[in-house]
C-alpha cells in the first residue's frame, strides 16, 4: 500500500463553479496506483467542492443563482459582516455543500459517471488562491 | 490490506428516498475483512446519498417535500430546462445533499448509528437506473 | 497499514455548534501513524458534522440562524411531529450539511486549513450524548 499526496493549487476570479478534473486525472494516471482511494479535500471556509453536471454550463449557471438566492449577500441578514458581504453567505454556501469528496480508483480509472465532473465552487467575489489537497492511498 | 469493489444497480420508480442498506450488508458481509474503509459513490448528478432515519416513514415523506418546496420544478426558474422541469431542481438537490459517503467497518460490523439507514434519493420523475459505486479497502 | 479506532463522545446541551477539532487532534497524535486517511462518522440522524471557520463565533451564530430560518421549528410544515417540534427540521438540517468527513494526515499533520475547525452541529433543542466515530488507517 502507498500514499501519495498533491496539493493542487487554483486560482479563481470570482464566484463560479471550477472545474478541476483534468488536473486531479492527469495527477492520478502519473501514480504507480492500480486501486485506491482519493480523498480531496478544499483547505477554505468560503470555497467548496461539489461533484455535478459536465455537459451543459447552464447547469452551473443555475447553482450559483441558486445558491445566491437561498444565502443572499445582505449585510442586514448576519452578524458576522467584517469580511464583507460576500463572506457569511461563502460560509453558509460552504455548509451546504461539500468540504471534501473521497473517490475510488479501480483498474486505473477514476470512478466518475459519465456526465459528473469535479469543481470548485467559489463563493467569494473577490479573486482567490485556493489550495485542493490530494492524497492517494493504494497499490 | 485487500480491495473490493462492486457496482450495486438500483432501479427507481420516480421520486423519493430509496433504502440500500441491506444491499450494501449483504455484500460487506461476504468479504473476508474485518476493518476496513469503506466509499460508496453515487456515479450520476440527479440522484444523491443521503443517511438518514430508517424508523419513520413520514421522515422520508418530509425530507422529499422540503427539497421540492426549496427546489421547485418551474422551468422560470433555470436556463437549464431541456431535459425537463425536474433535472435542474435534481442537480440542485444533489449539490445540497452528498454524492458519497464514507463508512468505516469494526470488526465485520458497519460503524453505523441504531437509527441510520443508507438512501439513495432519486430526484427525477421518470424511474431510471442508479448505479452505487461500492469499494472496500481493509484487512 | 495500520488501523486504529475510538469513538469521541460529546455532551450537547441544545442547539449550535461545538468545535472538537482539539479532541480529534489529541488521540491522532497518539498514534504511531505519520501518514493515513481520518474517517469520522456521526451515528445520528438529528445532528451533523461541518468544517467550519474558527475564528469569529459569530459566523457560528449566523449558521445556526440561517438554518432555523430555512427549516423552521413548525409542526404545521412536517408529517413527521411524534418527536417534538425540533426532530424533522434536525433530519433535514443533517441532511443539508453531514453525516461524515474523511480527512487526510501526511507528516503527522491533519491536512486542515488555517481557519478551519470541526464541529459537530447539534439539531435539537434539548441536551444529548453524541458518538463521533473515529477511524485512522494508515502507516
Excluded: C
Excluded at 448576519?78 to 460560509?91: F, R, V
Excluded at 473517490?103 to 488562491?129: A, C, M, N, P, V
Amino acid at each position: 500500500m502507498k500514499q501519495v499526496f498533491i496539493e493542487i493549487i487554483m486560482e479563481t476570479k470570482g464566484q463560479g463553479l471550477y472545474n478541476f478534473t483534468d488536473k486531479t486525472l492527469d495527477w492520478v494516471n502519473k501514480q504507480k496506483i492500480n486501486n485506491g482511494i482519493l480523498n480531496i479535500n478544499v483547505l477554505h471556509t468560503s470555497a467548496s467542492l461539489v461533484i455535478q453536471e459536465n455537459a451543459d454550463p447552464d447547469v452551473l449557471y443555475d447553482l450559483k443563482n441558486f445558491f445566491d438566492k437561498l444565502a443572499p449577500m445582505d449585510n442586514k441578514l448576519y452578524k458576522h459582516t467584517t469580511e464583507g458581504k460576500d463572506d457569511m453567505p461563502a460560509h453558509i454556501k460552504s455548509a451546504l455543500t461539500n468540504n471534501q469528496i473521497t473517490l475510488s480508483i479501480k483498474d486505473k480509472k477514476l470512478k466518475l459517471g459519465t456526465w459528473q465532473g469535479l469543481y470548485l465552487f467559489e463563493h467569494r467575489l473577490e479573486k482567490h488562491t485556493r489550495i485542493l489537497s490530494h492524497h492517494l492511498m493504494g497499490s
